[in-house]
């Protein structure tokens, strides 16, 4: 195999590695909200939103020391502990207590600093300046698919169900994020703010809005999945189409950037208009309210892929642009990178824990 077919190999095998561990961990973010209003009790009471709150809190803080972390270990070993990490969050939810659940968002937030900072590092080792765009398209376009596979089982589970315990298969999450350090042992032989904000709303807050809506009638809850489904769906296509088919682009980056800016404009006036206001601190009951128009579900999913493709359309650009410019010291870059972008998502998830 050639040299420059062995670096694609390990950009689609860093792909495989990041889609199989987020199946789990991002089915798990999607949903973590609307599962502890169901089985709060008197041995736990957490929120899914204060967990998301220190995860990226810690994430920021943490991204000033990852680039020394794969300086001592590697990128290779960074990716496998990191893994680990992620798995013991999930594993959390077979048996949920407050303390645990918490003490694993703080060390969430460390392990998610080094592990995207290592992603980044090994993107730009396996990359040249013609193929960034075309591999960061590719590596976004697979780890997309997790949001794909994720939600498929919650839409079929949860459709019709109105109460939803722990037992939301667990185990299998977590041996899928195991699987994910398997795959990542052979790896390897500033437009900040909209796409930090856009990420946290799509990855938390709309499922659980939506999973709220008792104007979707029983099958509100199933809608979570659904809506992750098209989610991945619009960022599997940007990713692909931007990503892929980065050469034939004569005009740069500038138009895929204002593609994502007028998506998401779209989408969440949409939302706007189409979600109720408390939808996302509604009790377990869901909300009575109504926003400015008929709850539509068909709108509801027309915006859930309108904010996956936008967010492909920014990060996709953004990873390339920052491989190209600091591809000599690509581990810093990155970390200062998901520092800035953390920094965003804390403050918003701060805002919605109060």
Not at 92 to 107: N, R
Not at 217 to 227: C, E, F, N, R, T
Not at 302 to 322: A, E, H, M, P, R
Request: glycine fraction near 10%; aromatic fraction near 16%.
């Amino acid at each position: 195999m050639s040299p420059e077919g062995k670096t694609l190999l390990n950009i689609i095998i860093l792909g495989l590695g990041f889609m199989v561990m987020f199946t789990a961990f991002g089915t798990c973010g999607n949903i973590e909200q609307t599962v502890i209003k169901s089985f709060n009790s008197t041995e736990f009471h957490g929120s899914g939103y204060t967990s998301m709150a220190i995860i990226y809190a810690v994430f920021s803080a943490s991204n000033l020391i990852a680039p020394s972390v794969i300086a001592v270990i590697g990128p290779q070993l960074s990716l496998f502990f990191s893994g680990l990490v992620y798995s013991g969050y999930i594993a959390v939810f077979i048996h949920p207590y407050t303390s645990s659940f918490y003490t694993l968002s703080v060390l969430l937030g460390i392990a998610a600093a080094v592990l995207w900072t290592a992603q980044g590092n090994l993107l730009t080792i396996n990359s040249k300046d013609s193929t960034i765009g075309r591999n960061s398209g590719i590596f976004w376009a697979l780890m997309q698919f997790s949001l794909f596979f994720g939600n498929l089982y919650i839409y079929f589970a949860w459709r019709g169900k109105s109460h939803i315990t722990s037992d939301f298969t667990v185990l299998s999450l977590v041996f899928l994020s195991y699987f994910f350090l398997q795959e990542l042992l052979s790896v390897f032989s500033f437009g900040l703010c909209p796409s930090s904000l856009e990420l946290t709303f799509y990855s938390g807050v709309y499922g659980t809005c939506l999973g709220a809506m008792t104007q979707f009638g029983h099958d509100a809850k199933g809608l979570i999945g659904l809506s992750g489904i098209l989610i991945g769906v619009g960022e599997i296509l940007g990713g692909g189409v931007f990503g892929i088919l980065d050469k034939c682009n004569r005009f740069g980056r500038n138009p895929v950037v204002f593609l994502g800016l007028f998506t998401h404009i779209v989408a969440f006036y949409l939302i706007f208009l189409n979600i109720a206001s408390d939808a996302p601190v509604a009790p377990e009951e869901g909300t009575q309210m109504q926003a400015f128009i008929q709850p539509s579900v068909t709108v509801a999913l027309i915006c859930s892929f309108l904010l996956g493709l936008g967010d492909s359309c920014f990060n996709t650009q953004l990873i390339s642009i920052v491989g190209f410019l600091f591809r000599d010291d690509s581990a810093s870059a990155f970390a200062v990178f998901k520092f800035v972008q953390k920094n965003v998502l804390n403050i918003f998830w701060g805002e919605k824990k109060l």
